[in-house]
């Protein structure tokens, strides 16, 4: 049975429940949307939706290219079973192309080419901001070895090595993205989510951005960009 129990943790996008095994837990994909460390709010409507399909479908394209994640199954529209990890509190942002907090605080031109990516770790903590972070900082923290860091760089590059002509077969540019690791008996897996709210398209025929900066810029259509996003990566 595989239904979910009562609730464990409610964050921005997602709730999660426990199941029913212990070392499982049912992610519910939220419409909430939130940018600028939560300073602003809204709905998309189907987001939801949608980032679980398209997470989904990519756990799972990574899962065929040997790299672990915690995807289990699909349960409905919103909800994703998992398994239970300790999340490593490390985002791993990988870069394909200058976007974003790269270009403002390096004043490089939006849209450069960035060969080979780059990885930053921004160390997961709302109350300072998520803030940029190297490896010495996050050793200073204990919050990961040496070891652990270099398996996190590894991984977030071979992620992009699959994921990168995933999306350019569906004329989309990987900008950019976001992922989150976890330990499960004591081996580092791909955990969170891969969607519309974690990464940068830029649709490959008009350059237009197809991802929550439609949110974060008030772009408009976004729900239509969503929904494109589902057709091109699940369609
Ligand atoms: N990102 C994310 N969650 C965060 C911060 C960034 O999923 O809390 C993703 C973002 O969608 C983009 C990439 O990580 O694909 C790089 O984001 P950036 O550092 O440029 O920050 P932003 O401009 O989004 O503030």
Known sequence: MDTAGSMLYEGKAKKIFAAARPDQVVHYFKDDATAFNAEKRGTIVDKGVVNNKVSERLFTLIEENRISTHFLKRLSDREMLTKKVAIVPVEVVVRNLVAGSLAKRLGLPVGDAIEPAIVEFYYKNDALGDPLVNDDHLRLMNVATPGVL???RELAHKVNAVLKPFFAERKMQLVDFKLEFGLFHNKLILADEISPDTCRFWDMGTGESMDKDRFRKDMGKIEEAY?????????
């Open 150 to 152: 270099r398996e996190l």
């Open 227 to 235: 929904q494109e996003v589902l057709k091109r990566v699940c369609g």
